[in-house]
């Protein structure tokens, strides 16, 4: 896991993103977004996601947005961080992307950044 956020704001998550790994996930979020006025999370490499990683997410997209900075996925949710967002009720069917119209579903599943 790296530190570093490419030139377009990338930052990439990989490996487990869970409870044991989120003070470092969060120590991360914070200095790409104090570099940056957006910052793009890429988590498809991702192989485990717990909810403390959504969580942390849905924290720091407000934070940031505080400060007139954005925070956004680099794609729509999908693998691991779908899975993860459908067993939390984020998706109703299989065949639906998300539980309704609104501001939350649209960072998930298909904010343009």
């Known amino acids: 896991m790296t530190d570093i956020v490419s030139a377009d704001g990338r930052l990439v998550f990989n490996g487990a993103l869970t409870m044991r790994t989120v ?5 991360r979020l914070k200095r790409a977004v104090a570099e ?12 485990e996601i717990d909810l403390t990683f959504v969580q942390l997410l849905v924290a720091a997209r407000k934070t940031a947005e505080r400060s007139s900075k954005k925070i956004s996925l680099t794609g729509p949710a999908e693998g ?34």
Do not use: K, Y
Request: charged letters at 25%.
């Open 36 to 47: 940056r006025d957006v910052t793009l999370v890429d988590c498809h490499a991702a192989e």
């Open 23 to 27: 003070t470092s996930n969060l120590t």
């Open 80 to 113: 691991t961080l779908f899975d993860t967002l459908r067993r939390a009720g984020f998706v109703i069917r299989p065949d639906t992307q998300a539980g309704g119209a609104g501001e939350p579903e649209t960072f998930w599943f298909g904010e343009a950044a």
